[in-house]
Nanobody, 121 residues
């Protein structure tokens, strides 16, 4: 089970830090990811992190967002800087996403409940 928190309303250019805690038994060996879904849009991946800390970001957030993890606490974080109105979405953490050799990211089976991020202009 995944529990995400940290969303809220922020002005354009602001920052937020999302947190997600896992109660799973394989957290330390699982890839972890953040996805987001804007109204009327598909859920897209934002960032992924390997058990060892290697990261990958969607082009739209590269340089502004940072994913990190604490395996001892079974937590994954998404630090978001320079937020834009187009970052407005429900953000979901995801356990065990797949990162193909071609660089494609697909979601794993386990989702948190989502946390709303709203960026005002």
């Amino acid at each position: 089970q995944l529990q995400a928190s940290g969303g809220g309303l922020v002005q354009s250019g602001g920052s937020l830090r999302l947190s997600c805690t896992s109660s799973g038994n394989s957290f330390s060996v699982d890839y972890m990811g953040w996805f987001r879904q804007a109204p009327g849009m598909e859920r897209d991946w934002v960032a992924v992190i390997t058990p060892g800390g290697t990261t990958k970001y969607a082009d739209s957030v590269q340089g502004r967002f940072t994913i990190s993890r604490d395996n001892a606490k079974k937590m994954v974080y998404l630090q978001m800087y320079s937020l834009r109105p187009e970052d407005t979405a429900v953000y979901y953490c995801n356990e065990d996403p797949k990162w193909s050799t071609q660089g494609r990211i697909t979601a794993g089976d386990y989702w948190g409940q989502g946390t709303q991020v709203t960026v005002s202009s």
